[in-house]
């Protein structure tokens, strides 16, 4: 018969080898999170490197529709169109213009672009197509792209994360209705041929950040950009200021909505202290782009604006030429390399890394 004795201390033994004692559970859940901490970073690497390709591939789908709108039209689009005659309403965005150049989407199609989006016979699709989140116009990285809703609580606006070249300061002159230096102006048709520094050589588009805070009808805008951050930003007071009012309406022609202008480097920070206590990092624009295309315009006031490339993507812009190409520039990239890049026949020798 076994003894119970030297059975019974058999059995404690074992139960006692079998179990974690405290100081090894405390171990190993050290242990756990340090491979978590040192996983955490390489996993966020990855979605930031996916969410950046999925932005370049937005580019270069955008690359794509304006080039079909070109073998149809054998020019590429203005980046605002209103053929209404009259300053009333909003011009459409060339960003509108050449999405029926993609594929499918008939509702694009069916938009009378002859009409200034918030015109009369546009009231339905104002409510409609402007409050449309348009998936290619988006990047993945921008928390602020969402829905712009009116007073009533209704869906009124959506934004978008590209903005066409308007050039490096003077957008337009609707006295004599002549373009900006920069690939695209309001109600300018530009054919191949005046790219004379090249399409390889000229930004077609570049990222911008929803819903900027900006400042505009600044009737004060010198007629020569000033030369750094501080002298914009102390022209806001003078405008209309909206903490979150820029690139708010892919629909909208204007460029203070779907454009940017070179006058300073990508991500260049220009902080205006507002009243609120907040220091915003603002775009500032003179008078605004009408729907008006005839020289019967009333205004005589260039249109100006520094409007600056922004991105969520650390250090850089995504940026695409007017060839269809597409590449991020670095936000370090020489002041003079990025507006050479921004003119369509400046005649410039770009060199260096851009």
């Known amino acids: 018969m076994p003894n119970p004795t030297v059975f019974a201390v058999k059995t404690s033994t074992a139960s006692r080898s079998a179990a974690f004692t405290l100081v090894e559970l405390l171990v190993v859940i050290a242990i756990i999170g340090t491979l978590v901490g040192m996983l955490l970073p390489a996993v966020q690497g990855a979605r930031e490197a996916a969410r950046r390709s999925a932005c370049q591939n937005n580019l270069r789908q ?60 546009n009231n339905s699709l104002n409510t409609t197509v402007s409050a449309m989140r348009v998936d290619v116009l988006i990047c993945s990285s921008d928390p602020q792209a969402t829905q712009v809703f009116d007073t009533a609580g209704k869906p009124k606006h959506f934004p978008l994360n590209y903005g066409l ?67 914009i930003a102390a022209l806001v007071t003078s405008g209309s200021f909206s903490p979150d009012g820029g690139h708010t309406e892919w629909v909208c022609g204007r460029a203070l909505h779907i454009g940017f202008t070179t006058t ?32 019967s315009d009333s205004s005589t006031t260039k249109v100006r604006g520094v409007v ?11 940026t695409m030429l007017m060839d269809g190409s597409v590449r991020p520039i670095a936000s370090d990239v020489d002041a003079t390399t990025w507006r050479a890049l921004g003119s369509r026949a400046g005649g410039e020798a770009i060199s260096g890394d851009y």
């Open 62 to 121: 955008l690359g794509l529709a304006l080039h079909n709108y070109e073998s149809a039209r054998r020019f590429f689009p203005p980046s605002a169109q209103s053929l209404t005659g009259t300053a009333s309403g909003s011009p459409w965005s060339g960003q509108a213009l050449i999405l029926p150049y993609m594929e499918g989407d008939t509702l694009f199609k069916n938009i009378d672009f002859s009409q200034a989006y918030s015109g009369t016979s």
């Open 165 to 231: 070249n308007m050039g490096d300061y003077v957008v337009y002159d609707p006295a004599t209705q002549t373009p900006g230096a920069g690939a695209f102006a309001p109600f300018t048709k530009p054919r191949a041929n005046t790219f004379t520094d090249g399409l390889s050589k000229t930004i077609a588009m570049s990222e911008v950040k929803a819903r900027t805070p900006r400042s505009q009808d600044i009737g004060s805008m010198p007629a020569t950009a000033p030369t750094g951050p501080a002298g």
């Open 264 to 295: 300073f480097p990508p991500n260049t920070v220009v902080s205006y202290p507002h009243t609120d206590g907040r220091v915003y990092d603002v775009d500032v624009f003179s008078v605004r782009e009408l729907s008006a295309t005839k020289a």
């Open 308 to 318: 600056t490339s922004r991105s969520h993507h650390s250090g850089i812009v995504n």
